[in-house]
């Protein structure tokens, strides 16, 4: 009976989205002129710095053209098949509620995945695997959700408000690392707001868009309370506010950054002046910090969903290697991590593969179509900036510098930690591209920092010398 009446209220999220309809050529533009014009007034009020004026207006503009060739290849090209639509679907649901009235809204809103009401019904009923009880799935159209209550009924303007509005994420990510770094201003923009793929796939409707921004809203509240020491309740509210909604979204995202988080605020505030053998008794503390790091992941994830289970970690992963190792033989986008054994300790110890996989592939000859070409590239470039940067620096000043520097410490065990647990899992390209966008500024800011790091001691050594 259940299933019945929730097969009568479905409907498919295309019978909207047959292209651009009458109101999105009416309204879209203005939508898009007010985004603009706010951005514009905010840059030139706050910003005194031209540099980040013109950061700011060309990154937001950069976020609406993705989002609307993100909604361009998803309607036209996919034909309507993606979690796009799933997520539009329970939007709709959440926007009929609060029009129905701002008490139901919050009603839907507070509804407990799985748990049926007679009240909340029409509306619950609507929402993608509510049924079952999915509570990512469910939680991401609550946002969409809250955001379509100005989007009327357009897909499109639902995609430029999203995007719009995780841009501030974004900003607030770009401003950690600029303020820290001001002469690495122009890396930090282009590894936090213009790297293609994250760009791309992280200014759709998706969970990695609002994951990634709230990771940089995380990241800018910690900043705040404790080392700029300002708006510490409201930077407090903001962190506990973008935790939950990571938590809520992507738990794994959440467990990876802790590691690191605790590292970089550990550094920030041990002595300054330890000795020899403080330092040695450091380093297994942050070593076993990045191995508990690895153990939250495993631990963390099965806590907040089944399919992540310890039990089933094993058997999930090699049935993804199996499945897309298979779909690679076919000429399709899967990858293998070779010869992996399917324990705890096992997956650990596919560590390396996983990391080289999530940033340096998929390799040139693994290219199967041009979206994939475009991936190659990026993944490319990142190889290139990494071998180039041992190569120039050398291997022992770049641990050093990783040891010393706090803030590479954070970027490199976040994306190492973070590259890890993605490429273990997805074993397909398609899906990688998408999963890792929240590890790509950290992991390019590492390099860029320890480069200028190196530049700043060789200029050092030289002032000694003369």
């Given at each position: 009976m259940l299933l019945t009446l929730l097969q009568s209220n479905y409907r498919s999220p295309l019978d909207l989205i047959t292209g651009l309809m009458l109101i999105d050529l009416l309204v879209n533009p203005l939508y898009i002129l007010c985004i603009m014009s706010i951005s514009y007034v905010i840059a030139q009020k706050f910003y005194p710095n031209a540099l980040d004026r013109s950061y700011l207006?060309?990154?937001?503009?950069?976020?609406?053209?993705?989002?609307?060739?993100?909604a361009l290849v998803y309607v036209y090209y996919y034909n309507g098949r993606g979690d796009t639509f799933y997520y539009y679907d329970g939007a709709k649901a959440v926007r009929d509620a609060f029009y129905h009235s701002p008490l139901m809204g919050i009603k839907v809103l507070m509804a407990e995945s799985g748990v049926f009401t007679d009240e909340t019904f029409p509306y619950t009923s609507r929402i993608p695997t509510f049924w079952r009880g999915n509570t990512e799935v469910v939680f991401?159209?609550?946002?969409?959700?809250?955001?379509?209550?100005?989007?009327?009924?357009?897909?499109?303007?639902?995609?430029?408000?999203?995007a719009a509005l995780s841009f501030i994420g974004n900003w607030k990510m770009f401003r950690f690392f600029s303020e820290l770094y001001p002469s690495l201003k122009k890396h930090a923009a282009y590894s936090v707001l213009f790297v293609p793929s994250a760009l791309f796939?992280?200014?759709?409707?998706?969970k990695d868009t609002i994951v990634f921004s709230a990771l940089g809203w995380m990241m800018y509240s910690v900043y705040n309370i404790f080392i700029r020491k300002k708006n510490v309740i409201t930077s407090s509210l903001a962190l506990i506010i973008a935790g939950y909604i990571i938590f809520r979204l992507k738990a794994y995202v959440l467990y990876a950054f802790l590691p690191a988080l605790f590292i970089w605020l550990f550094m920030h505030f041990k002595p300054k002046n330890e000795g020899v053998a403080l330092k040695?008794?450091?380093?297994?503390?942050?070593?076993?910090?990045?191995?508990?790091?690895l153990g939250l992941i495993v631990q963390g994830l099965g806590s907040s969903s089944d399919k992540y289970a310890i039990g089933e970690l094993g058997d999930r992963a090699k049935g993804f290697q199996d499945y897309h190792t298979r779909l690679a033989d076919q000429g399709q986008t899967g990858y293998s991590l070779g010869d992996v054994q399917f324990t705890p300790t096992g997956i650990v110890s596919s560590f390396p593969a996983a990391v080289n996989v999530t940033y340096f592939r998929p390799y040139p000859w693994e290219v199967r179509d041009p979206v994939q070409a475009l991936s190659a590239l990026e993944s490319l470039f990142f190889l290139s900036l990494f071998l180039h940067t041992l190569f120039t620096v050398g291997f022992l000043r770049t641990f050093k510098i990783s040891f010393n520097n706090p803030d590479v410490a954070?970027?490199?065990?976040?994306?190492?930690?973070?590259?890890?647990?993605?490429?273990?899992?997805?074993?397909?390209?398609?899906?990688?591209?998408?999963?890792?966008?929240?590890?790509?500024?950290?992991?390019?800011?590492?390099?860029?920092?320890?480069?200028?790091?190196?530049?700043r001691m060789l200029a050092e050594e030289s002032e000694d010398h003369d």
């Amino acid at each position: 009976m259940l299933l019945t009446l929730l097969q009568s209220n479905y409907r498919s999220p295309l019978d909207l989205i047959t292209g651009l309809m009458l109101i999105d050529l009416l309204v879209n533009p203005l939508y898009i002129l007010c985004i603009m014009s706010i951005s514009y007034v905010i840059a030139q009020k706050f910003y005194p710095n031209a540099l980040d004026r013109s950061y700011l207006i060309s990154g937001m503009a950069a976020k609406i053209f993705a989002s609307f060739l993100f909604a361009l290849v998803y309607v036209y090209y996919y034909n309507g098949r993606g979690d796009t639509f799933y997520y539009y679907d329970g939007a709709k649901a959440v926007r009929d509620a609060f029009y129905h009235s701002p008490l139901m809204g919050i009603k839907v809103l507070m509804a407990e995945s799985g748990v049926f009401t007679d009240e909340t019904f029409p509306y619950t009923s609507r929402i993608p695997t509510f049924w079952r009880g999915n509570t990512e799935v469910v939680f991401m159209c609550k946002i969409a959700g809250v955001i379509a209550v100005g989007a009327f009924q357009s897909y499109w303007l639902l995609s430029f408000l999203v995007a719009a509005l995780s841009f501030i994420g974004n900003w607030k990510m770009f401003r950690f690392f600029s303020e820290l770094y001001p002469s690495l201003k122009k890396h930090a923009a282009y590894s936090v707001l213009f790297v293609p793929s994250a760009l791309f796939w992280g200014s759709g409707l998706l969970k990695d868009t609002i994951v990634f921004s709230a990771l940089g809203w995380m990241m800018y509240s910690v900043y705040n309370i404790f080392i700029r020491k300002k708006n510490v309740i409201t930077s407090s509210l903001a962190l506990i506010i973008a935790g939950y909604i990571i938590f809520r979204l992507k738990a794994y995202v959440l467990y990876a950054f802790l590691p690191a988080l605790f590292i970089w605020l550990f550094m920030h505030f041990k002595p300054k002046n330890e000795g020899v053998a403080l330092k040695f008794a450091l380093t297994p503390i942050m070593f076993a910090a990045v191995i508990g790091g690895l153990g939250l992941i495993v631990q963390g994830l099965g806590s907040s969903s089944d399919k992540y289970a310890i039990g089933e970690l094993g058997d999930r992963a090699k049935g993804f290697q199996d499945y897309h190792t298979r779909l690679a033989d076919q000429g399709q986008t899967g990858y293998s991590l070779g010869d992996v054994q399917f324990t705890p300790t096992g997956i650990v110890s596919s560590f390396p593969a996983a990391v080289n996989v999530t940033y340096f592939r998929p390799y040139p000859w693994e290219v199967r179509d041009p979206v994939q070409a475009l991936s190659a590239l990026e993944s490319l470039f990142f190889l290139s900036l990494f071998l180039h940067t041992l190569f120039t620096v050398g291997f022992l000043r770049t641990f050093k510098i990783s040891f010393n520097n706090p803030d590479v410490a954070l970027c490199l065990i976040f994306s190492l930690i973070f590259g890890f647990a993605v490429g273990v899992t997805a074993y397909n390209f398609g899906a990688l591209v998408r999963f890792k966008i929240p590890g790509l500024a950290f992991f390019l800011m590492a390099f860029w920092i320890i480069r200028h790091e190196h530049k700043r001691m060789l200029a050092e050594e030289s002032e000694d010398h003369d």
